[in-house]
């Protein structure tokens, strides 16, 4: 009861649709020399759209199909993303998250619980109330212009 072991594989001639060209375009594809435009996950996302409608009463009620949430979420991180608190544009190196309800008050590590922000308003916030935070951030900046007036 012997088999047969294949020692000599040629990659370049398993079937049809993988030819010479097939191998050649997934090299650069992974090297990062092959640029394609309108791909990528936010033109899946489009073409879904185009079939599943959203209503402004499907918002209201929460009732969002989650092919949209995901997409929200995708353009918020990975986009677009801008701090939550200043709105400042951030970059991969910039970027961190923040738990909206401190995981010290018990708040989860759930995507509806984290936002984007820049690391000084991270810092911050710390473990703060959202509210809390907010007042104190009014009352530095309402302090500051009346100093300078």
């Not at 020399?33 to 791909?39: A, F, T």
């Not at 400042?88 to 998250?97: A, E, G």
């Amino acid at each position: 009861m012997h088999t047969a072991i294949k020692t000599t594989y040629d990659t370049l001639t398993t079937g049809p649709e993988r030819d010479r060209e097939y191998y050649l375009e997934r090299h650069r594809r992974r090297k990062g020399l092959l640029h394609r435009s309108g791909g990528g996950r936010l033109a899946r996302f489009r073409e879904i759209a185009k079939y599943k409608r959203l209503t402004v009463e499907e918002v209201l009620r929460g009732e969002l199909d989650r092919v949209f949430i995901s997409e929200y979420l995708c353009y918020m991180w990975h986009v677009n993303p801008l701090c939550t608190y200043c709105g400042i544009r951030l970059t991969r190196k910039t970027l961190t998250r923040d738990h909206v309800i401190p995981s010290s008050q018990g708040g989860p590590s759930e995507p509806d619980n984290l936002v984007p922000s820049c690391a000084p308003c991270n810092r911050a916030k710390g473990d703060r109330s959202l509210l809390c935070f907010l007042v104190r951030r009014a009352r530095a900046t309402r302090d500051e212009e009346r100093a300078v007036a």
